[in-house]
């Protein structure tokens, strides 16, 4: 958050991506104990001056109600690489939220036979 408050500051032109997993597949797919959610995280960035803000989600059904709060934009990952293209014409702070499974809880979901997300159902 330091960062994005100090390219805030300074005006600079730059578009921060924040990768958002849902586990931390190191340690057999434990959920994230006491982190922020991707609602706080848009609230955050929203504050530090970061506008407009895209949320970026495979399953769109699982956004939670208050991230718009932040008048954040929600897309499908299929629309990602337009949203990138919008974001690099944006002067000053722009950040963009990229809220996706883990990859190796995904796979690790989907070879055991047990389907754990939505997304995960979604690519079995």
Known sequence: MLALRAAAAAGVNITYKILYN???AMTG??????GLTVSQIAHQVWAEGAKPLPLSRTIL???PEDTFRTAATVHHRRELDRI???LRE???LSVL???QTCAA???RAA??????SAEARLHH
């Open 29 to 34: 797919g434990t959920t994230c104990r006491g």
């Open 84 to 86: 990138q293209r919008e």
């Open 105 to 107: 809880e995904k796979r």
């Open 61 to 63: 059904e699982n956004t």
């Open 111 to 116: 070879s055991a036979g047990c389907i754990r």
């Open 22 to 24: 849902d586990a931390v």
């Open 90 to 92: 944006i002067k000053g």
């Open 97 to 99: 939220i990229y809220d």
